[in-house]
């Protein structure tokens, strides 16, 4: 029945991670309360360490993805900077709405923020501003994949430790 509780945990935790939540840190500290109140299972120290060492990848993938891929549309590194607070402000904007709101306001964010900044340089024209803002939205898009795809492997290496004991 443990089990089952945390596979339940590990899968609504995965439906936060794409909201901008943090899903993943929610998954290790149910993997840690696991141990503290299933005193007959255990989940390895080498497991939780995997996962949060995973964890910590994806948040700074989550946190350089917005900005690589802006630089890479030719943007500067002031829009890769405005892409990744836009990215923040329309996720926090975002959250009134339910469970998608903040999907779309990260995203939304992270186009605004980065065209918004890319405007600010002098050589910047309507086109290459529009052509960065799209970088950036996605790098947004390519980091909340890598995350919730980390996070699945994170659920999986938990449980699987888990089952084993």
């Known amino acids: 029945m443990a089990l089952l509780a945390l596979a339940a945990v590990f899968a609504l935790s995965l439906f936060l991670v794409p909201l901008g939540l943090p899903g993943l840190w929610v998954m290790v500290g149910a993997a840690l309360l696991y141990n503290w109140f299933v005193p007959a299972a ?3 120290g080498l497991a939780i360490g995997v996962a949060v060492a995973l964890a910590i990848l994806a948040e700074v993938l ?3 993805l917005s900005t690589k891929y802006t630089t890479k549309y ?3 590194s002031r829009a890769g900077w405005g892409a990744i607070l836009g990215g923040i402000a329309g996720a926090m904007a975002g959250v009134p ?3 998608i709101g903040s999907v779309i306001g990260a995203f939304a964010g992270a186009f605004a923020g980065a065209l918004v900044m890319e405007y600010t340089r002098k050589e910047a024209t309507g086109s290459s501003a529009t052509r960065v803002a799209t ?3 996605i790098g947004r898009v390519m980091a909340a994949a890598a995350k919730t795809g980390l996070g699945c492997a994170v659920a999986i290496i938990l449980w699987f ?3 084993r004991s």
């Open 161 to 163: 430790s888990a089952w």
């Open 97 to 99: 709405v339910p469970i």
């Open 62 to 64: 989550e946190w350089t």
């Open 135 to 137: 970088g950036a939205l």
């Open 74 to 76: 030719g943007g500067s």
């Open 42 to 44: 255990e989940i390895s």
